[in-house]
């Protein structure tokens, strides 16, 4: 199938759930209100440029925009000025108030003026304007939009409870985050307000003193937050102190608190699960986390690799992914993230070809998949050149091509299994990838020792005995003298060896999966 690569800012499409995300500065660790990702059944991205593209079917639909949201079957774009345009299935859902049932306009039409911020809820849609006044569109029967006026067949345009042009809810609202039954906004004063269904598996009160049939009133759940993100089943807040506090489902551990004990809406049920968050995304059944660092930790389920960790193991308190992540979203089983050098990995579920990328239909690692995003703050440019669509049939780099700032993603197999260097991941080096010694030594079942006066590690596993010395282009195996393209270096205090060097001397196939990033060892010991 052809696909296009694309440089972008991003909303990414999953299933039956809305993961609506800031894009965060790792340099000021700051919040904007540009949307990143709002899940269903397709991936949208933003170029650099302005212009507007699905990824699974590589075709440009929008020009002009600076945030988008939505997938299938409705996607809204936001104009520099003000302006939201929406396409898809002319349902009330798509909110130009003309519905004409099986049909779908292809054609951008304007929804809305002087707005701000927009939040997909597959449902419905909210709209923040310039003046704080918060509006929506769409299908209200579980109370989505906040009016207190929810009721009907959520499924079916109800005029008495559904609206298919904006309509105004409230006002003095600063961020709006709209989930498949759910939404939820943030006052101008930071007061997180909540309203509409609740989990899956119950719908105990969301405001205890009052219960409109199905559905709940807007209530508020705590102050001084400053963003929010709605999931399938819970919500994720980060204060401006940096905590993320989350509530809800928590059958898959997604709320990181270590348990699996549901946590319902309630201000006394949050539970605080990291500090120092400069933004959470909350998806499906996980939840990612961007520290003010830049590192990204996740936690929640993990059936489809959706967490990053390597593994499919369900995590019920953070484990860290990577570094150096400036923007993150969250779908229902696949997630995505934007690296400070405009790159955009993704990993999880690639059912529909969701990640961008042929890797098959899961990942449990991030996978690179295109650069030239648009970063935070940045306005719309003209692309670079190396920015200008890849075709999906292009070879990605190997080891040799790959640049050396590589190493975020790069990963390192051993028969099948994840290797975890601790206090120092692999590197790239002149196109080589090294990693610390003793790890893959011991990895690979050989005795080892280090001359620290020399600075030369001698390794041995039977009757191979192999040498290397810190900075020496020449390695010895069996006394055998070896050219090494990149030599053995310290780097954060450890030593790092050239990994296929060792492990082939070792009589291990070493073969290097250019798409992934990452280096497979298989040995018979």
């Known amino acids: 199938m052809k696909r296009c690569l694309f440089c972008l800012m991003l909303s990414c499409a999953l299933c039956f759930v809305v993961s609506s995300t800031y894009i965060v500065s790792a340099e000021q660790n700051m919040a904007t209100k540009t949307t990143v990702i709002n899940a269903n059944n397709d991936s949208i991205i933003l170029k650099a440029d302005g212009s507007v593209w699905h990824l699974s079917s590589g ?14 079957p409705h996607t809204f774009a936001l104009k520099e000025n003000g302006e939201v345009w929406g396409w898809g299935y002319m349902d009330h859902r798509l909110g130009t108030g003309e519905m004409i049932i099986g049909e779908f306009n292809q054609t951008p039409t304007k929804i809305l003026d002087d707005v701000e911020q927009i939040a997909y809820g597959i449902w419905h849609t909210m709209a923040v304007k310039t003046d704080g006044s918060l509006w929506a569109w769409g299908d209200n029967g579980t109370n989505r939009f906040g009016d207190g006026n929810g009721g009907g067949d959520w499924m079916v345009y109800d005029k008495e409870y559904d609206s298919p042009i904006p309509v105004l809810i409230m006002r003095n609202i600063d961020y709006v985050a709209a989930g498949y039954f759910k939404t939820s906004a943030i006052k101008k004063n930071g007061e997180l307000w909540t309203w509409g269904t609740l989990p899956r598996s119950g719908f105990g009160a969301l405001n205890p003193d009052t219960h409109r049939g199905y559905g709940q009133d807007p209530y508020k759940m705590m102050d001084d937050v400053k963003m929010v993100s709605v999931g399938d089943g819970h919500h994720a807040a980060v204060k401006n102190n940096g905590e993320l506090w989350l509530w809800g489902n928590n059958e898959a551990g997604q709320l990181g608190d270590g348990t699996t004990e549901n946590r319902y809406y309630r201000p006394s049920t949050a539970v605080k699960a990291m500090d120092d968050v400069a933004e959470a995304a909350a998806g499906g059944w996980h939840t990612l986390a961007l520290k003010t660092d830049g590192s990204l930790w996740a936690f929640g389920a993990n059936s489809y690799g959706q967490l990053g960790d390597g593994t499919f193991e369900y995590r019920y308190t953070p484990v860290k992914i990577m570094d150096n992540v400036v923007a993150i979203s969250a779908g229902f089983w696949h997630s995505l993230a934007v690296t400070g050098d405009g790159v955009l990995w993704a990993w999880g579920n690639n059912r529909g070809n969701k990640l961008g990328v042929d890797v098959g239909e899961t990942s449990n690692i991030p996978v690179r998949v295109m650069n030239g995003i648009m970063l935070p703050g940045e306005k719309i440019r003209p692309l ?10 292009a070879d990605p780099p190997d080891e040799k091509e790959t640049p050396e700032n590589g190493e975020r993603g790069l990963t390192v197999w051993l028969n099948r299994e994840l290797l975890i260097f601790e206090g120092q991941p692999p590197i790239l080096d002149n196109g080589r990838t090294l990693v610390p010694f003793r790890g893959i030594f011991e990895a690979l079942g050989t005795n080892i020792s280090w001359d620290s006066e020399s600075q030369t590690v001698t390794a041995q596993r039977g009757m191979i005995v192999i040498q290397l010395t810190i900075g020496e282009t020449t390695a010895y195996i069996n006394k055998d003298a070896v050219e090494l393209d990149v030599p053995a270096k310290i780097v954060n205090d450890r030593t ?19 798409v992934n990033l990452r280096v497979n060892i298989t040995s018979d010991n």
Not at 496 to 514: G, K, Q, T, Y
């Open 59 to 72: 075709e440009m639909v929008f020009e002009g925009a600076i945030s988008i949201t939505g997938g299938y």
């Open 384 to 393: 670079t050149s190396e920015e200008i669509i890849i075709s999906k049939e």
């Open 496 to 514: 790092l060896v050239p990994v296929r060097f060792v492990a082939e001397s070792m009589n291990c196939i070493v073969e290097w999966d250019r």
